[in-house]
Structure formats: C-alpha cells, structure tokens
Nanobody, 126 residues
Framework: QLQIVESGGGLVQPGGSLRLSCAAS????????IGWFRQAPGKEREGVSC????????DSADSVKGRFTFSRDNAKNTVYLQTNSLKPEDTAVYYC???????????????????WGKGTLVTVSS
C-alpha cells in the first residue's frame, strides 16, 4: 500500500529547531523527487524545497535558505527536513510529496506531485 507519512512536528519557541521526517512505502522511493511544502493558516500552500532522487537539494524557498537543510536516506525510504532558527512565520502544516517527473523550470511543482502525505504541524510560538 502506497503511503507517505510526515512526523516530527510540534510546538517550539522562536529560535528553536525541529527535524521533520517523511517516510514512504509502497513505491520505488529511490526513483522519486521529493518536495517539501507548507501551508500556514489562511494562506496558500507554498513550496519549501525539492530534493533529487540522489539527495541533492535542487531548489529551496528564499525564506528558508540558511536555516533549513534537507537530506534523504533511500535505504530507509525517508527524507528529512532540519529546521533551525525557527520564526513564528514558519508556523504551518508541513507536507512532503513525491514525483517521478522533473522539469528544471518548475522543480517539484505543487500541481505536479503524484503522492502526498497528510502533513505534520509545526507551531513556532513563545
């Protein structure tokens, strides 16, 4: 059964860190590009990053550069999002999604991802 499950969210103070995980099963995970997305309350979903099948970060949002890092372990069918120096504006539900297809002009487009997880909530608040 195909499944993507995010975990690791929670409540953290500004300046804190969390490591989010995205575990996949039921498909050839190692052949897929993985995108991280987030949706803040009352806002549209936005792309956070796109990671190649080999673990290279192809793209990341300007708002998280220098604070968030991305990695994957294909042996564990898992992708990680390390968040550091969190800000209240990082509060959102974080999703990961997978696609086999790559367009260098639109890496990991939200409307082009094939499989989605249900998300994990990150709340940054004092």
């Amino acid at each position: 059964q195909l499944q993507i499950v995010e975990s690791g969210g929670g409540l953290v103070q500004p300046g804190g860190s969390l490591r989010l995980s995205c575990a996949a099963s039921g498909f050839a995970f190692g052949n897929y590009y993985i995108g991280w997305f987030r949706q803040a309350p009352g806002k549209e979903r936005e792309g956070v990053s796109c990671i190649s099948s080999g673990g290279v970060t192809i793209d990341s949002a300007d708002s998280v550069k220098g604070r968030f890092t991305f990695s994957r372990d294909n042996a564990k069918n898992t992708v990680y999002l390390q968040t550091n120096s969190l800000k209240p504006e990082d509060t959102a539900v974080y999703y990961c999604a997978a696609t086999r297809f790559y367009d260098k002009l639109r890496p990991c487009p939200s409307d082009g991802m094939e499989y989605w997880g249900k998300g994990t909530l990150v709340t940054v608040s004092s």
